[in-house]
């Protein structure tokens, strides 16, 4: 039952052509279940700042830009950087409703052609931590980076994927995301 309904999770967000079934992917190159939980726990960390996260023995380095309710978490594990982005904490948060609502589809900043279009709001998040981000990445001695965020943190963690691939080609990424709403236009 966990199995059937961790599947239904990681591919409820997705889109495939039609005639696509789960059968057709390879389990190479697909998470194992202990890690997709251990993702899982690190967005749980990044919710909200703390010293320790239960029992993980991770070094936690959170970051954060207030005008925009941004919140990330820089984990180093297995010689692996983890950067963590937190979803929104909507309805509560008045800031977070405000951005949710920016859902128009606007140029993608970082991006010459203005028919790639994402969400206004999910960009003024990726803006507002995108420094930090750098840093991190520039402070890390590696090369595997991993992405991980839930729900709008999903919609951060795709937007830096996207600009970080190309900013770092001597870098490996890989983005990880649970229950990311629709974020790019077809383009």
Not at 73 to 80: G, P, W
Request: charged share 20%.
């Amino acid at each position: 039952f966990f199995l059937a309904l961790l599947v239904i999770v990681i591919f409820s967000c997705q889109s495939y052509p039609a005639g696509t079934h789960f059968s057709d992917f390879s389990s190479d190159g697909m998470p194992e279940i202990q890690d997709i939980y251990r993702y899982y726990s690190m967005c749980e960390a990044v919710w909200t700042e703390r010293e320790t996260w239960r029992s993980s023995g991770w070094k936690l380095d959170y970051f954060e830009d207030p005008p925009t309710n941004t919140m990330g978490l820089a984990i180093v594990d297995n010689n692996i950087l983890h950067l963590i982005f937190r979803g929104t904490q909507a309805p509560k948060n008045t800031i977070d409703n405000d951005i949710n609502w920016h859902y128009s589809l606007k140029p993608i900043f970082y991006q010459d052609n203005p028919l790639f279009k994402a969400h206004e709001g999910m960009q003024s998040k990726y803006r507002g931590i995108y420094l930090d981000i750098q840093e991190r990445i520039k402070a890390f001695s590696g090369s595997k980076i991993m992405l991980i965020g839930h729900s709008a943190g999903g919609m951060v963690a795709m937007l830096a994927y996207l600009d970080l691939t190309r900013s770092y080609p001597d870098k490996q990424f890989t983005v990880i995301t649970f229950g990311i709403p629709r974020l790019f236009n077809r383009a």
